[in-house]
């Protein structure tokens, strides 16, 4: 089986040749934060003051470990997606691009997925030393207080995923 290359960030084009099942390998920048940081960043939203801008992005769902000597980041493994799929509906429907981690999604985001056209990755649990290693760059940048948990840019190179849920709404769960 064949490797799909793809830059961020992804374009509807894109999104729409990929097919569950597809392995991927992702090389440029994401934003990375799960449940605290979606949390806060929708609440900014009810509030009418939006902390920040998602449209185009994609999100890992992680909480990076401490760096050791020579590392951009400590172990940064996926967390579990479900967490976050109360927001994921309306971040999809207003223009985030794409969402990675692991596990399975709601119905009420598949359809999502499937009405904006866009794509679930799922990162291997437990390879949290692996995708490390293709973290080249990260900054926070948004909501520093919340620790592990805080907004951050990550460049990636060679980034492995596969395709968990594609475009269309077909589902590998």
Sequence with gaps: M???KLSLPLTKEAMKDLNVGDMVRLDG???VFRDAGHKRLYQSILDGKQAFD???ETIY???PCPARNGEVLGSAGPTTSCRMDKYTPYMLDHGL???IGKGKRDDASIEAFK???C????AIGGAGAIYSKCIQKAEVLYFNDLGTEAVRRIT???FPVVVAIDSKGNSIY
């Design 97 to 99: 691009a794409a969402q």
């Design 61 to 63: 769902f992680m909480g």
């Design 2 to 4: 064949s490797v799909i």
């Design 54 to 56: 998602f449209v185009g």
């Design 29 to 31: 920048d994401m934003l």
């Design 115 to 117: 009405r904006n056209g």
């Design 119 to 122: 794509v679930y990755f799922a």
């Design 156 to 158: 990636v190179k060679d």
